[in-house]
């Protein structure tokens, strides 16, 4: 069992930055978790943004070049910097594990990912 807990969400403006932590209750070391964050606005599915397995990198389009995910296995901590936000960035972040995988697409669905945190609300003004 892996429980995680985000904090970093805030109100910011267009063309900031912000940095959202996600803490694991246990070890969810490099070769055993992938992490990634997800995100969600009201009334619609939730949405891919970036996965990280092993050394591998995953970004959906519209944050390639502004949001980057990394982690520091000795604090069990992944990371979200997210630069040059934009209003449309506005959601709810979800940070979730799932064991590594090695193949497919799969990782882009909510339902492939077992462990989730509880979401932090990212708000975007213009």
């Known amino acids: 069992q892996v429980q995680l807990v985000e904090s970093g969400g805030a109100l910011v403006q267009a063309g900031d930055s912000l940095r959202l932590s996600c803490v694991a209750s246990?070890?969810?070391?490099?070769?055993?978790?992938?992490l990634g964050w997800f995100r969600q606005t009201p009334g619609k599915e939730r949405e891919f943004v970036t996965a990280l397995n092993s050394n591998d990198r995953y970004y959906t389009d519209s944050v390639k070049g502004r949001f980057t995910i990394s982690r520091d296995n000795v604090k069990n901590t992944v990371y979200l910097q997210m630069n040059n936000l934009k209003p449309e960035d506005t959601a709810v972040y979800y940070c979730a594990a799932k064991p590594l995988f090695t193949s497919g697409d799969d990782y882009l669905r909510a339902t492939s990912w077992f462990y989730w945190g509880q979401g932090t609300q990212v708000t975007v003004s213009s």
């Open positions: 246990r070890r969810t070391r490099g070769y055993d978790y992938a």
